[in-house]
């Protein structure tokens, strides 16, 4: 089960994150209360190549033709001989331009792009990509022909619309996993946020069956990030790990 702890903004949160056992720690460059700045993003991203992963991540080893690109790519990303955990750059219908500045001066392992962006700006991007898809309770996973585009993103995630919010993403607000177990049950894997917490992330991984879950919000207390909270949240995930 793979681990993404997004929003950190200190040295401080984004160790704490590495030795809670995420895979993924994630920073924020769109427009949010946990927007980071450069200088910032640059010491986090000196931290993290001195820390360790808690142990080897297992990507899951059953899927369809339809899913079979997604697996190859999450084999890459969060394959063998990965021994810390892996940065992410979170953009919100940015420009390319950017992302790209970003990238060139932040060792990013990872981008997230987490608006409506074409998934085809993926091309344009020098590493492998996370693309976001807001799930409210009108989306029909048979109908999303983008979200199972190949050769754009490498990595697909589902997240929770929230209406009337131009900046989405970090609301604490849930989708109703059994969309999300649609895409499962087809052999496709992908990530899943939205509203997940220490206290409902087992029974989301038990209904929607995700390979892997993205959390902000849901470990923070008064808007910070807790260790305790994130070490519950990492516990919490992989006891409810399916067998695949």
């Known amino acids: 089960m793979i681990v993404k702890i997004c929003g950190v903004r200190t040295v401080e949160a984004a160790e704490a994150a590495a030795a809670s056992g995420a895979d993924v720690v994630g920073m924020i460059f769109a427009p949010s209360p946990r927007l980071i700045d450069i200088a910032t993003a640059q010491e986090i991203a000196e931290a993290i190549v001195h820390t360790t992963r808690n142990a080897a991540i297992s990507v899951g080893s059953s899927t369809s033709a339809e899913g079979a690109y997604f697996k190859t790519q999450m ?51 020098p590493v492998p990509v996370i693309k976001v898809f807001h799930i409210d309770d009108g989306f ?44 499962a049950d ?22 929607g069956a995700p390979w892997g879950v993205d959390v902000s919000s849901g470990v923070e207390t008064d808007k910070v990030k807790d260790k305790a909270k994130m070490m519950a949240f990492v516990d919490g995930a992989r006891g409810g790990k399916r067998e695949i």
């Open 186 to 207: 087809r052999g496709v894997p992908f990530l899943m946020a939205g509203g997940l917490t220490p206290d409902n992330v087992q029974e989301a991984v038990q209904v």
């Open 75 to 125: 084999q890459q990303v969060f394959g063998k001989g990965r021994k810390r955990p892996q940065l992410c750059g979170v953009f919100q219908n940015q420009p390319v331009e950017h992302i790209l500045d970003v990238v060139s001066r932040v060792p990013l392992d990872l981008v997230q792009l987490h608006g409506n962006e074409p998934v085809e700006l993926a091309r344009q991007i």
């Open 140 to 183: 029909d996973i048979d109908q999303a022909g983008e979200l199972l585009q190949t050769d754009c993103h490498s990595i697909i995630l589902l997240d929770t619309k929230v209406a009337g919010q131009q900046q989405q993403g970090g609301r604490g607000v849930s989708f109703d996993w059994t969309i999300a177990r649609k895409l």
